[in-house]
């Protein structure tokens, strides 16, 4: 299950409703899909993870406009995984919404509302979330440095970010705080 940080506000939160709730009044959406509902391997191939979830991905479809849905793979030996971390590392938005399923692993977002303080939600396998379209945000992969996830987009072509450059991304350790926790290497 998710686990919400904000620092500003030296709370976390580690509740599936409370968690619910607080994004919701930050604009984004979160849902926990059972884990005991998993109904593929996580190493599964990318077809056989997006027909398992196919119903699902539908409605997602259906609700948000989206049109296609992939599967992304990120692994410690992933090719320029250093340099794809740079892309997403840094903080920005998009012109369409970012919607996320993790399948294995976890990973690290951090969003920045324009009139709330910045929230760092660290994902695991079963955690569902949409960041809306022009919400600024920034991604960071947990140490074990692997995450798997069913992606939505609204454009086949994909999104693009549009980076704010205000360096507010550098006052933000990429460090999990959750009970998956593995040290970053530095």
């Known amino acids: 299950m998710a686990v919400v940080n904000i620092p ?16 919701a009044g930050i604009g984004i959406d979160y849902e926990r899909w059972d884990a005991r509902e998993m109904r593929v391997s996580p190493d599964a191939s990318e077809d056989e993870i997006l027909a398992a979830y196919a119903d699902e991905i539908e409605k997602l479809k259906v609700s ?29 938005w998009h012109d369409e919404d ?14 920045a509302p324009t009139d709330s303080e910045i929230v760092s939600i660290e994902m695991e396998a079963g955690d569902l979330i949409r960041v809306p379209r022009g919400t600024r945000h920034w991604f960071n992969l947990c140490g074990d440095r692997t995450v ?18 205000s360096g507010v991304d550098a006052n933000y350790q990429p460090l999990c705080f959750g009970v998956n926790y593995i040290p970053a290497k530095f």
Request: negative net charge; charged residues 20%; aromatic residues 10%.
């Open 148 to 165: 798997r996830a069913i992606r939505l987009f609204q454009d086949v072509s994909g999104w693009t970010p549009q980076y704010t450059e």
């Open 8 to 23: 500003d506000k030296n709370l976390v939160l580690h509740d599936s409703a409370e968690i619910t709730n607080y994004l």
């Open 64 to 92: 948000g406009g989206y049109v296609t849905a992939d599967v992304i793979n990120i692994v410690p030996t992933t090719p320029n995984l250093d340099a794809m971390l740079g892309k997403f590392n840094r903080e920005h």
């Open 98 to 111: 970012e919607v996320r399923f993790i399948v294995k692993g976890h990973g690290l977002f951090h969003i």
